[in-house]
């Protein structure tokens, strides 16, 4: 395991919290923030697993990794656990972030509402064609892709999410880690290789579609 | 359960079958189709899981809810499982996809190489803005909003992907329903309602950041 050296109060050892935990995090994040939204303030293991299919021993076995939140004859208490679970997955502190690539993808993911909602603001974009530099977009500003290195190095960027096409991701990705980056978000529909201290969430868009297509041949009941 | 009409053979009882492991389908798929690139006919399931990070017996256990897959001494021959996961995936047929809404994600969407390889061949764009419609973008023609119902019904369209502004989902959406859509992609940022035997995947942009977030600040090792 590595320590963390950021915040030392959240070391998870690593083989004890499988993927698929933190992934379930964030949508139990999502249906307590839309709770609140409602109203609520207190709720139950069976009710935040229910959106998603997940029965209640499983939102307590995925919760117990992190420690005890649940309040006996009264459930969870909302607000407290959306501060839990925001501290587990980092997102507690407010992150800059910047996008390589300005196609539509690119584009698309500059005036997406909810990265803001969850902490992570979009601090720059870059891109290779002069066209689309120097000037904003959705109140980004656009750089040219020669300052993505100095960018990051200045202004201490940590998380970067690549949306340029597949022959220029590897290019990108090697300036990101030279630069300094912690963490990368790949759209290029393509393999890149980084070192292993570098994290690394490759979006594979066709898999949404795939697990469309199973539900559908399998008449799967939507929660 | 449901019974599946379309394909009788395969039915997998909901209840056995997580939904994380439908999900673990698709990324062993994409290793697998990797492999193959690769010239490789064989495989493990250690090699299989490692790209993940998950364990040779996550993989096998995954496997055996649809059947028996590996050769004692051989293991995994690659082509055949991959067979056998798009059978499973009901990606073994090619399926005709709609997209609605050509705002910048709708036209990233278009341009995706990922959806055709995997089988999702994109027929028709739609859109409520007259100067993007009896066009075609990436060689999908778009068409004004009012033929939604009609296309979907006439060329018997089971599957759209929803790209439109968040107070514009769920009237598409009705009108897909009502025109005999089977599921749903919603990259619309907004929850949206369904009758149950309409299948749905939400996709949430923000999940992939925070999950990289995760990462940094547990400075895991990629694997």
């Known amino acids: 395991m590595n320590t963390n050296r950021d915040n030392p109060n959240q070391e998870f050892p690593e083989s004890q919290v499988p993927q698929a935990v933190i992934s379930r995090l964030s949508l139990y994040l999502r249906e307590l923030q839309r709770l609140v939204r409602e109203g609520q303030e207190t709720t ?8 998603f299919g997940f029965t209640d021993a499983r939102v307590r076995k995925d919760l117990a990794y992190f420690g005890q939140f649940g309040y006996p004859g009264i459930g969870y208490r909302v607000e ?32 997406y509402k909810g990265f803001e909602n969850q902490g992570f603001r979009i601090v720059g974009a870059f891109d290779s064609d002069p066209a689309k530099t120097d000037t904003q977009i959705d109140g980004v500003p656009v750089y040219a892709i020669e300052h993505l290195a100095d960018f990051v ?21 090697d300036q990101l880690v030279e630069a300094g980056i912690d963490g990368v978000v790949n759209f290029a529909p393509v393999t890149i290789s980084l070192p292993k201290s570098i994290q690394l969430i490759g979006v594979d868009l066709a898999i949404e579609l795939e697990q469309l297509s199973f539900a559908v041949v399998n008449q799967r009941e939507n929660p």
């Open 44 to 51: 139950s293991s069976t009710q935040l697993g229910s959106l």
């Open 80 to 111: 407290e656990l959306i501060t839990a679970i925001k501290g587990i997955l980092g997102t507690d502190q407010s992150w800059e972030v910047i996008i390589v690539g300005i196609g539509n993808l690119g584009r698309a993911l500059l005036g």
């Open 153 to 173: 190095t200045s202004r201490k960027i940590r998380l970067a999410i690549i949306a340029v096409p597949a022959m220029a991701a590897q290019k990108v990705v």
